[in-house]
């Protein structure tokens, strides 16, 4: 059907993202811009309800055959913002008071809603999270991340979850911690910045990147384990 012809085009090199890391005017975006038939991808997928079910719970059947319907039409670019925002949701829900958050990234509507992504990969340990050295720092003004990711997928989205190690705390997986990161801060990009984008085999028409942290605002939304285990077994 219309989404299989419009992620091939999609996966032309002519058409892949492309990062527009700063205006004409020297200001900082840190923007990804996209080939026009990702965003009507997008539109039919948001519309379809896939992550708007997730408003109520028990519906997660559905949403997972949309999701596999979808993953028949090659490789469109969806269907790894759809898990990373199911798996946000569903961590959101758990930690309580995230509202609006959770309203935005199950809106119907592709231009209103939410996308999300997860920043766990850093060059040094790759698949071996306990790896991980971005270092988060409490301060009197809340939690900031500072270091490397080094596979970031969804580098669009406007809520990053990220797994960082709390200073003081011990090595390995049980000292780390997950935090929420905001895109934006005070209408700016949250003091992180995207190297560059990946080119790869896979999911090209989806941006990855490698991305530095400088003091990013994050908040901590609970457990690392527990996090992890909701995010991976989502995915």
Known sequence: ????????????????PRLDAWDGIGRNLEQVVFHPDYHEIGRLVWGAGVLSR?????????????????AQNGEAGHCCPLA??????????????HDE?????????YEDAWRASQFLTE???GSDVGANAVVARSGASGWTLHGEKWFCSV?????FLVTA????????TGGLR???????????????????????LGTRSMASAEVDFDGAVAEPVGDFRRTVEVVLNTS
């Open 1 to 16: 059907g219309p989404i299989d012809i419009l992620a091939r085009r999609t996966n032309r090199d002519e058409n892949l």
């Open 165 to 172: 190690r709390p200073e003081g705390a011990p090595p390995g």
């Open 155 to 159: 580098v669009d989205a406007d809520l």
């Open 54 to 70: 997730y408003r109520t719970p028990g519906h997660e059947t559905a949403t997972l055959a949309l999701t596999y319907l979808l």
């Open 101 to 109: 958050r959770v309203r935005r990234l199950t809106e119907p509507r």
């Open 123 to 125: 060059v040094q340990g």
């Open 178 to 200: 997950a935090f929420v990161v905001p895109r934006l801060h005070a209408g700016h990009p949250n003091g992180f910045r995207i190297r560059r984008l990946k080119y790869k």
């Open 84 to 97: 990373c925002g199911a798996g946000m949701i569903k961590i959101l829900q758990a930690a309580g008071g």
